[in-house]
Nanobody, 114 residues
Framework: QLQLVESGGGLVQPGGSLRLSCAAS????????MAWYRQAPGKERELVAA???????NYADSVKGRFTISRDNAKNTVYLQMNSLKPEDTAVYYC????????WGQGTQVTVSS
């Protein structure tokens, strides 16, 4: 079993930045696919960004150029740097690990509001 713990969420004004972290209880090296998803009230969970073990990345069109995903296998941590935040980025953000099993964190709330 792998436990994922997200942190770094909070309230930020439009145009601001946040950095989310996802700390894993074990090695993420064996997980080819690490990703961030988000779910806004009344909406389905959607993929925000993903990174492979080879550091290939892909992003939702809505966040391209504003968000950056990265992984540090030595620290068993995945990050999501979010810049130029918009009110529509408001959601609960979840970390996902897929490879040797599929695991989810409990989520962290991001609220973008003035």
């Amino acid at each position: 079993q792998l436990q994922l713990v997200e942190s770094g969420g909070g309230l930020v004004q439009p145009g601001g930045s946040l950095r989310l972290s996802c700390a894993a209880s074990g090695s993420i090296f064996r997980f080819n696919y690490m990703a961030w998803y988000r779910q806004a009230p009344g909406k389905e969970r959607e993929l925000v960004a993903a990174i492979t073990s080879g550091s290939d990345t892909n992003y939702a069109d809505s966040v391209k150029g504003r968000f950056t995903i990265s992984r540090d296998n030595a620290k068993n941590t995945v990050y999501l740097q979010m810049n130029s935040l918009k009110p529509e980025d408001t959601a609960v953000y979840y970390c996902n690990a897929d490879g040797v099993g599929n695991y989810w964190g409990q989520g962290t709330q991001v609220t973008v509001s003035s």
